[in-house]
């Protein structure tokens, strides 16, 4: 048979790495064989009548013209409204569960653009990513509550976690949050978030993990999410990796903005001055790069005249980054 | 061998060379400002038959580019141009018009014993109507597609550089020709029914499309204001779904779905009638629990209003009315799960014909019962959560939609064919054809479910490398069900040819159309017909029973 994904998940279900898994895989897995059941029953019923009252000759009239039984009519109506209330009331218990955090919870923040995510710990400054992939991440204590706050920066988003069941939309004007538990014996395993709704040319790769670790490893200093590269190439590129890679290529092709490739200490680069602004040139060097960063508007690439990138603040992205993004691009020749 | 002549010939034979409605006139002009329901209903059976062909193709690009986690053939940018594009295709301009406007135009008349629809000129109107809509939804494609999926979620689709205002307008359109349809069809089954057919006399056929007719009136014109609602939003600037300027974007998702679930319905209860029929006649007994079956029709379109919100449960909606979205949404299940055990208690004793009809009806039952089971998943609060918007969604309702609706459609096809054109398909390829389009139907969308669950989501161009199999497997399906496909399309032009000429009454059935040449002359009937007989009685059929 098919392998599970995930250690400890099953065919049908990743592992079941929140305390809301065993409530709604239960009540999956009730559902799914009250359906085998009737399915069984109405394909079997129906092969065995189409085997048995098959015609053989061209006028055989039929068997019966039978076309009520009180009795029949009332059992299959009465038995899957008894079947499908027990399923309601079963799962409007266990959303109501999902919905209503509870009051000590450790509060995190994701924020939602296209096409990337920023995920802010706990008094966190800055948001975490991982220094290799440049992956957004949540780093989460086993055995605590933990909310995430999300909000969106332009359109719809979605937060999902399938390992813990749960799932929310990430709408711009509006806070929505989802809390859930991790079990302590998933400590030490990784699982995966995504964004469900659809945003557009980046939305599968709006994707990150999140890393289970023991309530020591979280309150060790310096916090799991506070450590990055301390090589500025690297640390470019690990921002590069995060926040711009779905619109900057590498290797020259452009995308949704231009290549990167042999984009710094260009003389002459052709720039409009705003929206709609007259042409001007420019040499690309630090300030140039800043600039397109913090306010992309101000010169917009002459390929793409209507713009198409949103700022990134210092929240998004430091100093100490942005100059780690300049070292990084003078390395791509 | 003696032939079996079903009495409904024996009483009027069809004298040779009479003209019918295919050859009465000829050239452009009599087609193109054709009054005729017969006429009318052909060319939305070619036009719907053509979107859905161009439907499959795109699915099949789909499928071919999520051979690979990276993908094998799109930019991200195209693969969402081509999904929103498969997904309009087969909604707008396909499911929703397919049964009741083709095969409704044709038959409905005929069932209630009427010369035409009772409004003719709105008939013509609402093929035109549908027509401009694709026109428009063309050029859309021409002036950059459109990349927001077949919902128009805002504030994305206000905010997208691509063609939405073309392809709102193409669809508003298609809307209206839809909204006309169904009047002209709650018209005509109140004023145009032959002497002594009285409603609970008419076939179930009638009473779906009936149904489905009143929740077009009622439903589509919300999608219409949606989408002008939209359109504003993009030109104006008028700032109601817009978060920027104060508007709400999960308001738009409510107007969306006020239509959108009701128009699950106006997709799958003709698909119901259809199968209604078939069963009957290839069963020769009549439906069981006839008014059983009539009531949940009028009972699903009824409560279908009232259940919208159970595609939002995590948009925020409040906890009060995720229970009474969920509640009504089970409560909806129950009229369908009634018509599946009514059918298989049709089949129960009949005297079971295993024409390709049937195996379609047959097709229809299994999978209408997974997709059916694999909603009450998706109704279940908690459940939902973790399946919302994956691939079990896709699945599921690619089983309600394509497994179920799109089957029936061709059960129907396939049934009332020789009435249609006067010919008979052959036999053999069309099981064929079948059987391969169950096979990889399944095939396709089995492995889906299993995705879903696992938690891979829905409308990604890229995805994860452990998924590889589960996709490759869909993939496979999809081609079995493309090779299906063409092979129908094949032998069904290929009958054209008129190497088999169909009897008047190849199947003995004995609803009105039947009573009329194959194919009908012009106005239907030698003579107006008068009903005297319960509804489904076969045992006219069979004198010596
Ligand atoms: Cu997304
Ligand atoms: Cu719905």
Redesign the interface.
């Known amino acids: 048979m098919?392998p599970p994904?995930q250690q400890g998940?099953t065919?049908?279900?990743?592992a079941p790495a929140s305390t809301?898994a065993a409530?709604?895989d239960g009540?999956?897995y009730f559902?799914?064989w009250v359906?085998v059941f009737?399915?069984v029953l109405?394909?079997g019923?129906?092969g065995f009548?189409?085997i048995k009252?098959?015609?053989r000759t061209?006028?055989?009239?039929?068997?019966?013209?039978?076309?009520?039984?009180t009795v029949?009519?009332v059992t299959?109506?009465v038995i899957?409204?008894v079947l499908?209330?027990i399923?309601?009331v079963?799962?409007?218990?266990?959303?109501?569960?999902?919905?209503?955090a509870p009051g000590d919870c450790l509060q995190y923040q994701a924020t939602a653009k296209q096409w990337g995510w920023a995920v802010f710990h706990p008094g966190a400054t800055q948001p975490s990513y991982d220094p290799k992939t440049g992956r957004p991440v949540f780093y989460v204590p086993a055995g605590r509550n933990v909310k995430i706050v999300t909000r969106s920066d332009?359109?719809?988003h979605?937060l999902?976690f399938?390992?813990f069941?749960?799932?929310?939309?990430v709408?711009?004007?509006?806070y929505?949050s989802l809390w859930f538990r991790v079990p302590e014996e998933y400590i030490g395993q990784t699982f995966?978030f995504?964004?469900?709704?659809?945003?557009?040319?980046?939305?599968?790769?709006m994707?990150g993990e999140v890393r289970v670790i023991s309530q020591a490893d979280y309150d060790k200093s310096p916090r799991p999410w506070e450590t990055e590269p301390s090589d500025p190439k690297e640390l470019g590129e690990m921002v590069y990796k995060a926040n711009c890679f779905i619109c900057h290529t590498i290797d020259g092709t452009p995308r949704v903005g231009p290549s990167f490739k042999g984009l710094y200490g260009r003389t002459e680069r052709e720039v409009f001055l705003g929206v709609g602004g007259p042409l001007a040139k420019v040499t690309v060097d630090d300030e140039y790069i800043k600039e397109s960063v913090r306010n992309p508007n101000a010169k917009i690439a002459k390929e793409t005249p209507?713009g198409g990138m949103a700022p990134w603040p210092e929240q998004l992205v430091t100093e100490k980054q942005l100059a780690g993004v300049i070292e990084y691009l003078k390395t791509l020749k | 061998m003696t032939t079996y002549v079903p009495v409904a010939e024996t009483e009027a034979r069809q004298e040779p060379g009479a003209p019918h409605y295919l050859n009465v006139t000829h050239g452009f002009r009599s087609w193109a400002l054709t009054l005729d329901h017969k006429r009318i209903g052909l060319m939305y059976l070619i036009g719907t038959v053509a979107s859905f062909l161009i439907g499959g193709l795109l699915a099949l690009l789909i499928r071919v580019h999520l051979w690979k986690p990276e993908g094998a053939i799109f930019d991200p940018e195209l693969y969402n141009q081509v999904f929103t594009l498969h997904g309009v295709f087969m909604v707008f301009f396909f499911i929703i018009p397919a049964i009741p406007a083709a095969l409704g135009n044709f038959v409905l008349p005929m069932m209630l014993g009427a010369k035409d629809v009772a409004l003719p000129r709105l008939n013509l109107a609402s093929f035109y109507l549908w027509l401009c809509g694709l026109v428009l939804a063309t050029i859309a494609i021409i002036f950059g597609g459109v990349d927001t999926g077949w919902t128009f979620y805002t504030p994305y689709s206000i905010q997208t550089p691509t063609a939405v205002i073309w392809m709102g307008l193409g669809i508003f359109m298609v809307g209206f020709s839809s909204i006309f349809t169904g009047l002209n069809f709650v018209v005509t089954t109140h004023k145009l029914r032959a002497p002594g057919l009285t409603w609970f006399r008419m076939p179930l056929f009638i009473w779906a499309v009936y149904s489905t007719s009143l929740l077009q009136i009622l439903a589509t014109p919300v999608l219409g204001i949606t989408l002008l609602l939209l359109v504003f939003e993009r030109v104006y600037g008028i700032g109601i779904f817009d978060p920027k300027m104060g508007g709400d974007p999960v308001l738009f998702q409510h107007f969306f779905w006020f239509y959108s679930h009701p128009a699950v319905y106006i997709m799958i209860l003709p698909a119901m009638g259809v199968i209604s029929e078939v069963i009957s006649v290839h069963c020769r007994k009549p439906v069981f629990g006839y008014r059983m079956v009539a009531f949940s029709s009028l009972a699903i379109a009824v409560i279908s209003f009232l259940v919208w919100g159970h595609h939002m449960f995590t948009s925020g909606q409040s906890e009060w009315a995720m229970m009474a979205f969920s509640f009504l949404t089970f409560f909806v299940g129950i009229p369908s799960a009634i018509k599946e055990f009514n059918w298989v208690a049709t089949v129960w004793q009949g005297s079971v014909a295993l024409t390709t009809p049937m195996l379609y009806a047959l097709v229809f039952l299994i999978i209408f019962a997974i997709g059916g089971l694999t909603g009450i998943f998706l109704a279940t609060l908690s459940v939902n959560i973790h399946l919302h918007m994956t691939y079990y969604v896709v699945a599921h309702f690619h089983y309600v939609m394509m497994g179920s609706t799109a089957i029936a459609f061709f059960a129907g096809v396939h049934h009332w064919w020789p009435k249609m054109f006067g010919v008979m398909y052959s036999e053999a390829w069309a099981k064929l054809s079948c059987l391969l389009i169950f096979v990889g139907f399944n095939l396709t969308f089995l492995p889906q479910f299993i995705m879903g669950s696992q938690g891979q989501i829905r409308r990604y161009a890229t995805y994860l490398e452990r998924w590889t199999p589960y996709h490759q497997a869909s993939t496979v399906g999809a081609v079995i069900l493309g090779v299906g496909f063409a092979i129908m399309v094949a032998y069904l032009l290929h009958s054209l040819l008129g190497v088999r000429k169909a009897r008047r009454n190849e199947w003995g059935g004995v609803t009105l159309e039947w009573d009329s040449p194959s194919p009908p002359p012009l106005e239907n009937f030698e003579r107006p017909p008068v009903v005297t007989r319960e509804v489904y009685d076969y045992s006219v059929l069979n004198p010596k029973s």
């Not at chain 1, 061209?58 to 039984?69: L, R, Y």
């Open positions: 098919l994904f998940g065919v049908q279900m990743p809301f409530d709604v009540l999956y559902i799914f359906s009737f399915f109405i394909t019923l129906l009548a189409v009252w098959r015609r061209e006028d055989q009239p039929a068997a019966s013209t039978n076309t009520h039984n029949l009519e299959w109506t899957p409204l499908v209330m399923m309601f079963w799962g409007w218990k266990g959303a109501l569960n999902m919905t209503v332009d359109v719809l979605g999902a399938p390992a069941r749960v799932k929310r939309d709408l711009p004007g509006r929505q995966e995504f964004c469900h709704a659809y945003c557009g040319k980046g939305h599968s790769e994707w209507q």
